[in-house]
C-alpha cells in the first residue's frame, strides 16, 4: 500500500491497486453485490512461489445461498486435500471465508479435518467468498487450474 504523500504523484492509469474501485459507468460486467462489499477489480485466480511453498487464492461475489455457499466451500476444501495427496503434494495451510451481511463463516485445514467458525449475523443476498491455499510439490499452473475450476463453480 502506498501513503498517502507517495500517492499524490501517482495517477488513476498507474498500478498501484489504489484506484480499483468501480466508477458508475464502468463496463466490467462483474458488479453483482460490490456495492455492498467495497468490489474492486481484481485478477480472477493468484498464484505465486514463496521458498518451498506456492500459493493460490480467488476472491470472488456470488449469489448463492449463504447455507449452500458454506457447505459447497467445505467440501471443495476437502476435495483440494484429497487433490494435493493424489498429485504427491502436502498441504500447508487451506482457508477459506465466506461472508453475507454480517454472517461469517471462516474454514481452515492442514489436511485433515475442516475447522469451521462462524460468527452470527444477519445475511443478505449474496455471499463473498474469499480462499487461499498453500501447498507444497504442487506446480503453480495445477494450482491455478484447480482454483479455475473451483471458481466457475461458485
Not at 474492486?40 to 505465486?48: A, N, P, S, W
Not at 448463492?64 to 484429497?82: F, P, Q, V
Amino acid at each position: 500500500m502506498v501513503n498517502d504523500n507517495e500517492h499524490l504523484e501517482h495517477t488513476k492509469s498507474c498500478d498501484c491497486s489504489s484506484h480499483d474501485e468501480h466508477v458508475d459507468d464502468c463496463t466490467c460486467g462483474c458488479h453483482k453485490g460490490h456495492q455492498e462489499f467495497g468490489h474492486k477489480h481484481l485478477e480472477q485466480i493468484k498464484v505465486l512461489a514463496h521458498e518451498e511453498a506456492f500459493v493460490g487464492s480467488f476472491e470472488k461475489i456470488t449469489e448463492i445461498d449463504y447455507k449452500e455457499c458454506t457447505e459447497m466451500m467445505k467440501n471443495h476444501l476437502h476435495d483440494i486435500c484429497r487433490w494435493v495427496q493424489l498429485e504427491g503434494g502436502y498441504v500447508g495451510h487451506i482457508k477459506a471465508v465466506i461472508q453475507s451481511g454480517e454472517l461469517v463463516t471462516t474454514m481452515s485445514t492442514t489436511g485433515k479435518e475442516v475447522q469451521v467458525k462462524t460468527a452470527n449475523g444477519n445475511t443478505s443476498l449474496t455471499c463473498r467468498i474469499g480462499i487461499a491455499v498453500i501447498v507444497f510439490s504442487i506446480s503453480l499452473e495445477s494450482i491455478k487450474e484447480k482454483l479455475q475450476q473451483i471458481y466457475d463453480l461458485l
